[in-house]
């Protein structure tokens, strides 16, 4: 059980719209990730869901039930917040055994709970120990614990790895996704960080403004982003984005600093001459002799190469005031690549994104 249903949910602080009719279904068992900027209405649909923030109106449904008007402790969720909230003066296990205290469960079933739990998270030997003489990633483990216990139907994670360090950030994302997959318990987490929802999630609520902007698994926000905000705030670095021209009898769209040949197909999406040209970094790849006319090409200057280990990343000079930017982390291209060079570079023609420039809606 966790089926989350979103009914137009509306929140209004005064005149601020901090979420503006959101529609949608989060699925049972899935880890579901709230991400967008800061102030962007992320926190606020969580504190909804968990009964904190009352809406201004429309309607929550757990499991097809209409919660909207229960307090938090008939949802039948639980809730990691930000700061843990852990409490030093008891030892980790009554810290993950007080809900149930509170419930009233019998000490003895209280206390096969909590072994079951810390087995889970690997902290069992640690059960007698203050959070306060933890690591960070064992606290996180403790709350995460205490919310586990109540064996809910889902569980709200708002920021919780934010205030770790990086190494250990990347260690506890990979634990949360391990311990949900392993107990199937629907995960609702927010986070402004796209690579933890990118690299962890099943689904993305992707909002700004308080706006839903899309909602869909990681890949489809990569690959098909609905309009400009999406296609720019997923991918690291940012998708290129310019100004370009379609002339559709020609089968060709120009920028300032180059055309591009392309199949009628692609120029048939746009729905006017000028549009907002998209190309990933990651789908931009130099080319050889002979290979050019497999897709749409151009010519360009490495004006500078950044390294980050795993890939290079080559910011391209067109003729133009705005650099593209090209991802790279083939060997031969690391190795032979340098500021200076002069490349032909294409781009796959279903990776050419089209938005228009008013809207900033996706022609698909």
């Given at each position: 059980?966790?089926?989350?249903?979103?009914?137009?949910?509306?929140?209004?602080?005064?005149?601020?719209?901090?979420?503006?009719?959101?529609?949608?279904?989060?699925?049972?068992?899935?880890?579901t990730?709230?991400?967008?900027?800061?102030?962007?209405?992320?926190?606020?649909?969580?504190?909804m869901?968990?009964?904190?923030?009352?809406?201004?109106?429309?309607?929550?449904?757990?499991?097809?039930?209409?919660?909207?008007?229960?307090?938090?402790r008939?949802?039948?969720?639980?809730?990691?917040?930000?700061?843990?909230?852990?409490?030093?003066?008891?030892?980790?296990?009554?810290?993950?055994?007080?809900?149930?205290?509170?419930?009233?469960?019998?000490?003895?079933?209280?206390?096969?709970?909590?072994?079951?739990?810390?087995?889970?998270?690997?902290?069992?030997?640690?059960?007698?120990?203050?959070?306060?003489?933890?690591?960070?990633?064992?606290?996180?483990?403790?709350?995460?614990?205490?919310?586990l216990?109540?064996e809910?139907?889902?569980?709200?994670?708002?920021?919780?790895?934010?205030?770790?360090?990086?190494?250990?950030?990347?260690?506890?994302?990979?634990?949360?996704?391990?311990?949900?997959?392993?107990?199937?318990?629907?995960?609702?987490?927010?986070?402004?960080?796209?690579?933890?929802?990118?690299?962890?999630?099943?689904?993305?609520i992707?909002?700004?403004?308080?706006?839903?902007q899309?909602?869909?698994?990681?890949?489809?926000?990569?690959?098909?982003?609905?309009?400009?905000?999406?296609?720019?705030?997923?991918?690291?670095?940012?998708?290129?984005l310019?100004?370009?021209?379609?002339?559709?009898?020609?089968?060709?769209?120009?920028?300032?600093?180059?055309a591009?040949?392309?199949?009628?197909?692609?120029?048939?999406?746009?729905?006017?001459?000028?549009?907002?040209?998209?190309?990933?970094?990651?789908?931009?790849?130099?080319?050889?002799?002979?290979?050019?006319?497999?897709?749409?090409?151009?010519?360009?200057?490495?004006?500078?190469?950044?390294?980050?280990?795993d890939?290079?990343?080559?910011?391209?000079?067109?003729?133009?005031?705005?650099?593209?930017?090209?991802?790279?982390?083939?060997?031969?291209?690391?190795?032979?690549?340098?500021?200076?060079?002069?490349?032909?570079?294409?781009?796959?023609?279903?990776?050419?994104?089209?938005?228009?420039?008013d809207?900033?809606?996706?022609?698909?």
């Amino acid at each position: 059980m966790g089926t989350i249903e979103l009914n137009t949910l509306r929140k209004e602080f005064g005149s601020l719209v901090a979420v503006n009719d959101l529609d949608l279904t989060i699925t049972e068992g899935s880890y579901t990730m709230i991400l967008g900027p800061s102030g962007c209405g992320k926190s606020t649909t969580l504190r909804m869901i968990a009964g904190l923030e009352r809406p201004t109106s429309g309607d929550i449904f757990i499991d097809g039930n209409r919660v909207t008007d229960y307090p938090p402790r008939e949802r039948n969720l639980s809730m990691v917040f930000q700061s843990l909230a852990l409490w030093d003066h008891k030892t980790v296990r009554e810290n993950i055994a007080f809900g149930l205290k509170m419930d009233d469960v019998p000490k003895a079933e209280r206390e096969a709970a909590v072994d079951e739990v810390a087995e889970i998270l690997h902290i069992e030997d640690k059960l007698d120990q203050s959070p306060a003489s933890l690591s960070g990633g064992q606290q996180q483990r403790v709350a995460l614990g205490r919310s586990l216990v109540r064996e809910p139907d889902v569980i709200l994670l708002d920021e919780p790895l934010s205030s770790l360090d990086a190494k250990l950030r990347l260690e506890m994302r990979a634990e949360l996704s391990r311990i949900q997959q392993r107990i199937g318990t629907t995960f609702v987490h927010v986070t402004h960080n796209q690579e933890d929802a990118m690299s962890i999630a099943d689904e993305i609520i992707l909002l700004n403004d308080g706006e839903l902007q899309q909602f869909g698994n990681p890949l489809e926000l990569f690959e098909a982003p609905n309009n400009e905000f999406v296609a720019n705030f997923i991918g690291t670095p940012s998708m290129n984005l310019m100004d370009a021209t379609v002339d559709a009898g020609n089968a060709t769209i120009t920028t300032d600093g180059f055309a591009l040949s392309v199949p009628d197909a692609i120029c048939a999406r746009a729905g006017a001459d000028r549009v907002r040209l998209g190309m990933r970094p990651s789908n931009i790849r130099p080319v050889t002799n002979g290979e050019a006319d497999d897709g749409p090409s151009f010519e360009a200057t490495v004006s500078m190469v950044e390294t980050f280990g795993d890939a290079n990343w080559y910011y391209l000079d067109t003729g133009t005031d705005a650099e593209l930017v090209m991802k790279s982390a083939d060997e031969e291209h690391v190795r032979s690549i340098s500021a200076g060079d002069e490349l032909t570079v294409g781009v796959r023609p279903d990776a050419i994104h089209l938005f228009d420039t008013d809207s900033g809606e996706a022609y698909s």
